[in-house]
């Protein structure tokens, strides 16, 4: 194996591993920064950084789930399957990362619903 195909396969492996943790700790982080800012929201009168925040979590989730998406089409096309080998399961973890990264993407948007409803002084 050469370095070439070395350093695309690494690149490979980290778009599927940000795939599948990036859109969790982005999530917890909007979750604890989002319970901080909820005083200071309060105190100053302006939720502008609790949209940031829930915006920046979601674009985060978003971007992991373009990376693992982009692993899942460059290990073949299709849905994965009962493929043995390392191409068959690189396929899986993929598809599974860009799934996870859009399900906690819909979790940051019900996390940011709230924003818009409630005053943070409630």
């Not at 990036?22 to 100053?44: E, H, I, M, R, S």
């Not at 973890?93 to 619903?113: D, E, H, I, K, Y």
Request: aromatic letters at 6%; proline letters at 7%.
């Amino acid at each position: 194996m050469d370095s070439a195909t070395r350093i695309e396969e690494a690149g490979r492996l980290a778009r599927v591993w940000a795939g599948l943790l990036l859109a969790p700790t982005a999530a917890l982080l909007v979750v604890t920064a989002g319970y901080a800012l909820v005083g200071p929201a309060c105190a100053g009168g302006t939720l502008l950084p609790l949209h940031l925040v829930h915006l920046g979590g979601l674009l985060l989730a978003l971007a992991a789930a373009g990376a693992a998406g982009l692993a899942w089409r460059e290990a073949g096309p299709g849905w994965p399957g009962d493929e043995p080998g390392r191409s068959g399961a690189l396929r899986f973890l993929a598809a599974t990362g860009a799934l996870v990264s859009l399900l906690f993407a819909l979790v940051m948007v019900a996390l940011w619903l709230p924003v818009f409803v409630l005053s943070p002084c409630q």
